[in-house]
């Protein structure tokens, strides 16, 4: 309320919110921000007093690496060479600054990757730093351009000078035309940070397992390493690993094969059978945008996607941010509103997957159809990859990781508090020999089913368990069986709506019992004193 009333006063002063925020976190107890605030390079030494002496956690961090490598990574854009040598022309810096242009305008047409910090120990240092920054204010005079040009330049001497040059790799973007000095390490902010504070580093993640390999590719030594299972109880989740279709045909994901009419037809007719059994609101997860779109393009030239509307309103997540909630809201008022339910088909590390939180009906079924890995040949795939097997970390176990990292961002959608409860279905054979990349607590419960009709038999037993026991155990059928008969007594108070009555009556009948117990007492002890 207070964070609200300070905002509407701010706008009527027409004060600057940011920095405003910036004032008030000086004396606050506990500040929020985003990950960046602490992760980039920059912001880091302008946050360095609110960071000194905090204790920092990093809340749903399983994606900390990507962050952390991200702050550490600088860019320089073809174009600012041109402002560059503009702004220090007739100046003392001009034939250094001519030189430095020069290279880089060779590296981005001809790629000589392995010369790139080569060049830099060899004909820059720190004099020539200080005569590029004495040259600002001359020629076309100090501009950002020229700012963002020596910034660049002292960035690449500061790695040079930490023996940091194996922890980076140069990328050239053609469509940009833009040289990127790419951060392999993710633990470069995580060291940084931990010399700005001296107070404790928490971690926190869902879905952040395998912890050895995070742990390595951090570089940081954790005191303690906390694993808990999860608030709901196993009946509450029914995982399954499906090998093979309704038709029986085998379930493949693989970049290959999931373009395959036979593979798309048999994961068509898969899913309408599961849209039949799964009450409420089911979420669908692809490998990528590109796998979702072949998929609702072949099932509506094959009247599959008539065949899903039928049972449930559909819904495809859009890759602009301002239509996606759009669509999401339309999905949660269809889900609540209409008895079949809706369903949403998203792909993982998008937006839906990312942190969207869907409760009980909006969620009862999260079905993956395959595993999200990256192109391999991408290049920052293949620097990272390269880069850990120089670590000695493995390449090919990160590449792993990281994908089933956003297949369990993914089934995090299906349980979102201890008694919601729901299914979660994996359509891809890939993961009957990956069980041990899921999270300990699904891993715990899955099972795999090669028989598709018993699947579905499954699925539609335990919703209507589910539906039939009011969704899971209740506070009175504990009550039942921990107290017998007068357990049975009140096994009509399972009813929701007298819940409120029937903890008072518990409290009046504990009342009663404590004052006939006090006279019984008093009658006892009256009578033996006579």
């Known amino acids: 309320k207070q964070w609200y009333q300070r905002r509407v006063r701010g706008a009527a002063k027409r004060t600057c919110p940011y920095y405003t925020a910036q004032y008030l976190a000086k004396g606050a107890d506990v500040v929020f921000l985003p990950y960046n605030y602490l992760t980039d390079r920059s912001l880091q030494q302008r946050y360095k007093s609110l960071i000194k002496g905090s204790i920092l956690v990093f809340d749903e961090a399983h994606n900390i690496t990507k962050y952390c490598e991200n702050g550490y990574t600088f860019s320089l854009p073809a174009s600012v060479l041109d402002t560059a040598q503009e702004a220090l022309e007739n100046?003392?810096?001009?034939?250094?600054?001519?030189?430095?242009?020069?290279?880089?305008?060779?590296?981005?047409?001809?790629?000589?990757?392995?010369?790139f910090f080569q060049f830099f120990e060899s004909s820059f240092g720190e004099e020539d730093v200080k005569v590029l920054s004495t040259g600002r204010g001359s020629g076309a005079?100090?501009?950002?351009?020229?700012a963002q040009?020596?910034?660049?330049?002292?960035?690449?001497?500061?790695?040079?000078?930490?023996?940091?040059?194996d922890s980076y790799d140069i990328l050239y973007e053609s469509e940009t035309e833009c040289l990127i000095c790419v951060c392999l390490d993710p633990s470069l902010a995580l060291k940084t940070l931990r010399k700005l504070t001296n107070r404790s580093l928490i971690i926190t993640s869902g879905t952040i397992s395998p912890l050895q390999s995070l742990i390595k590719e951090l570089d940081t030594e954790f005191c303690e390493v906390l694993r808990n299972d999860h608030v709901i109880k196993p009946s509450q989740a029914l995982v399954q690993i499906v090998p093979r279709g309704s038709d029986g045909e085998a379930l493949e994901s693989s970049f290959k094969n999931?373009?395959?009419?036979?593979?798309?037809?048999?994961l068509g007719n898969t899913l309408v059978n599961y849209f039949r059994v799964i009450p409420g609101g089911v979420l669908v997860f692809f490998p990528s945008y590109t796998a979702l779109d072949k998929a609702i393009e072949h099932w509506f030239d094959n009247e599959i996607w008539s065949s899903m509307k039928q049972l449930k309103s559909c819904h495809v997540e859009p890759r602009r941010k301002d239509n996606f909630y759009r669509s999401l809201k339309q999905y949660e008022a269809d889900c609540s509103t209409t008895k079949q339910g809706a369903v949403l088909f998203a792909v993982c590390r998008g937006k839906l997957a990312e942190g969207v939180d869907l409760k009980e009906d909006k969620a009862r079924g999260v079905i993956i159809t395959g595993i999200p890995y990256t192109y391999k040949k991408d290049p920052l795939v293949a620097m990272k990859m390269g880069y850990l097997n120089r670590r000695k970390i493995g390449g090919?176990?990160?590449?792993q990781q990281s994908a089933f990292r956003a297949v369990n961002q993914a089934l995090g959608r299906a349980i979102r508090h201890e008694k919601d409860y729901g299914t979660m279905i994996l359509l891809d054979e890939r993961f009957a020999s990956a069980q041990d990349m899921l999270p300990g607590w699904v891993a715990q419960n899955v099972e795999v089913i090669s028989q598709f009709g018993?699947?579905?038999?499954?699925?539609?037993?335990?919703?209507k368990y589910h539906d039939k026991a009011g969704g899971v155990e209740t506070y009175y059928s504990r009550f039942a069986k921990e107290n017998g008969g007068?357990?049975?007594?009140?096994?009509?108070?399972?009813?929701?709506?007298?819940?409120n009555t029937f903890h008072v009556l518990k409290a009046a009948v504990g009342v009663l019992y404590a004052v006939v117990l006090g006279i019984l007492r008093g009658i006892v002890a009256l009578f033996r004193s006579k």
Do not use: M
């Open 486 to 499: 007068l357990g049975k007594a009140v096994k009509w108070l399972e009813f929701p709506l007298l819940e």
């Open 149 to 165: 040009f020596i910034d660049f330049l002292l960035t690449v001497q500061e790695i040079i000078d930490s023996g940091l040059t």
């Open 141 to 146: 005079g100090y501009s950002a351009g020229l």
């Open 258 to 266: 999931r373009t395959s009419e036979t593979y798309l037809r048999s």
């Open 91 to 115: 100046t003392p810096a001009a034939g250094k600054c001519r030189e430095i242009c020069r290279f880089l305008e060779e590296f981005y047409y001809h790629d000589y990757q392995s010369s």
């Open 454 to 463: 018993r699947s579905v038999g499954t699925t539609a037993q335990f919703f």
């Open 396 to 399: 090919n176990a990160w590449y």
